[in-house]
């Protein structure tokens, strides 16, 4: 093992016991019942809040109970429905794609498989690691959104800015038992403490 690649682990694993100390719960914030609505709770979270998000699903999930529900629905009510999520024409189109795939191609059982999640319409890498994490406790990865993608570079554990290299960098370092809670960890650090405006870094609780 290369030096650099010995201290980035050895700042990992610093973090990662600072950060668990700081939020011994951290989890999921979306609500969902079933796979299929976490499926379209976390493809509904880009770029939008997921306070926001349970607020739009606490009446979607009641408004279509079922799968089927998703397959029969008009677009543009659907539009409508998740509006205040943003980029609401191609989430709507991606859901309501991504139901159909799942009906059609996978019985309408959410798969546990990357490749097979990457199927679905909108699904990328970041949607299909917390779809496994959360519903069949898999973890082939570690789900890279905003706060992971600018806080990796922040400690120090990456100097790449593309999500899917970040990711490898990241799985490189970071145990395999530690890659799901490692993104929780992230999102309530960047959250709470180091937010994304400029700020001074140095009174953060993780230097």
Sequence with gaps: MNNSLAKRRASAAQIHLELTKLFPHAGMMLNFSNHWELVLAVSLSAQCTDKKVNEVTEKLFKKYPTLNDYLTADLKEFERDIFETGFY?????NALAAARVLHDRFGGVVPNTMEELM???GVGRKTANVVLGNAFGIAV????????????????L????????????????????EWFQTTYLYIEYGRRYCIARPHAHENCPVK
């Design 89 to 93: 024409h191609q989430k709507a189109k």
């Design 158 to 177: 990456t100097k790449n800015t593309d999500p899917e290299k970040i990711e490898q960098d990241l799985m490189k370092i970071i145990p395999q038992e």
């Design 119 to 121: 199927e679905l319409p």
């Design 141 to 156: 990865g570690i789900a890279v959104d905003t706060h992971v993608n600018r806080l990796a570079r922040v400690f120090g």
